[in-house]
């Protein structure tokens, strides 16, 4: 199979055309993908971001919402084919849908609504947390250093919260972390760059349990309120609960000046790494 000619867009994801205006591909290269050294896997987000960016091109409209739903993995030298389904397109909101998939083996599916509607009103009432600015705050580690992947492409720090030295603590008291981050290389604000960022929720699981954990996203869903230009993202994480083998959370996702930009939503099953 010979590779689909590379794109030309400017984000980290980098999905390609072809002759079939509704069918998308994805080559799956490790540095969009996670996990430990032998065993790679593309990151759910980037997923999630492929689908978007695919709706988003094949409608003509902006992402409003979309969820995500992980079945299997998708390995480095494959080549994830991004099918966009449309359902219904109406005066001002689509209703499509992907499905993910290598060959025959389903990867994920997506749901989404896109559009605008003429409306000028504009408020929010979720604010930024108080936290120190990016500069005052450490690198956020990582297990894997050596390996290109995923965390290779991001500079996250820690603005609040525990992480790589929560071995056997005490539980958080309200399950709160807070984030800085931004891609290496400057990429647009784009709803596909924000899924990327929200699919880091499970990060903090770790924090709230005052152990090395962390989990694997059984979903990821984003809902876009406002794009912005900004080098670093606040992301304000909250793990709602932890029960039965599975993790619940969110995170709001901010600009620098505190526009709110997105919110996201995501459960996982739970991986206890210090065991």
Same mark, same amino acid.
């Given at each position: 199979?010979?590779?689909?000619?590379?794109s030309?867009?400017?984000?980290?994801?980098? =999905?390609r055309?072809?002759?079939?205006?509704?069918r998308?591909?994805? /080559?799956?290269?490790?540095?969009?993908?996670?996990? /430990?050294?032998?065993?790679k896997?593309?990151?759910?987000?980037?997923?999630?971001?492929?689908s978007?960016?695919a709706?988003?091109? *094949?409608?003509?409209?902006?992402?409003?919402?979309?969820?995500?739903?992980?079945?299997?993995y998708?390995?480095? !030298?494959e080549?994830?084919?991004v099918?966009?389904?449309?359902?219904?397109?109406?005066?001002?909101?689509t209703?499509?849908?992907?499905v993910?998939?290598?060959?025959?083996?389903?990867?994920?599916?997506?749901?989404?609504a896109? !559009?605008?509607?003429?409306?000028?009103?504009?408020?929010?009432?979720?604010?930024?947390?108080?936290v120190?600015? /990016?500069?005052?705050?450490? =690198?956020?580690?990582?297990? @894997?250093?050596?390996?290109e992947?995923l965390?290779?492409? #991001?500079?996250?720090?820690?603005?609040k919260?525990?992480?790589?030295?929560?071995?056997r %603590?005490?539980l958080?008291k309200? %399950?709160?972390?807070?984030?800085?981050?931004?891609?290496?290389?400057?990429?647009?604000?784009t709803?596909?760059?924000?899924?990327?960022?929200? @699919?880091?929720?499970?990060?903090?699981?770790?924090?709230?349990?005052?152990?090395?954990? +962390?989990?694997?996203?059984?979903?990821n *869903?984003?809902?876009v309120?406002?794009l912005? *230009? *900004?080098?670093?993202?606040?992301?304000?994480?909250?793990?709602?609960?932890?029960?039965? +083998?599975?993790?619940?959370g969110?995170?709001?996702? #901010?600009?620098?000046?505190g526009?709110?930009?997105?919110t996201?939503?995501?459960?996982?099953?739970?991986?206890?790494?210090?065991?």
């Amino acid at each position: 199979m010979q590779p689909p000619a590379p794109s030309i867009a400017s984000e980290l994801v980098d =999905l390609r055309e072809t002759h079939n205006p509704h069918r998308w591909v994805l /080559p799956v290269e490790p540095r969009i993908c996670v996990g /430990p050294p032998e065993g790679k896997f593309l990151f759910g987000g980037v997923g999630l971001a492929a689908s978007i960016a695919a709706m988003e091109r *094949t409608t003509g409209r902006p992402a409003i919402w979309a969820t995500a739903q992980y079945l299997s993995y998708a390995k480095p !030298g494959e080549f994830l084919d991004v099918d966009v389904i449309v359902p219904k397109h109406g005066k001002h909101v689509t209703q499509a849908r992907v499905v993910g998939h290598v060959g025959d083996r389903e990867v994920l599916t997506v749901n989404a609504a896109l !559009g605008a509607r003429p409306q000028e009103i504009s408020a929010q009432w979720a604010r930024m947390p108080d936290v120190p600015p /990016p500069g005052e705050c450490e =690198l956020m580690p990582h297990f @894997d250093v050596a390996s290109e992947d995923l965390h290779q492409q #991001f500079e996250m720090r820690v603005a609040k919260g525990r992480y790589g030295n929560a071995r056997r %603590g005490k539980l958080s008291k309200d %399950g709160h972390a807070v984030l800085w981050g931004r891609p290496k290389e400057l990429r647009p604000i784009t709803s596909g760059l924000l899924a990327i960022i929200a @699919d880091y929720v499970p990060s903090a699981t770790g924090h709230a349990l005052g152990r090395l954990a +962390g989990a694997n996203s059984l979903d990821n *869903t984003i809902r876009v309120r406002e794009l912005r *230009t *900004t080098e670093w993202m606040c992301c304000d994480i909250r793990i709602h609960g932890v029960n039965a +083998g599975f993790v619940h959370g969110r995170m709001h996702i #901010f600009a620098e000046d505190g526009t709110l930009m997105a919110t996201a939503s995501q459960s996982g099953i739970l991986r206890l790494w210090d065991e």
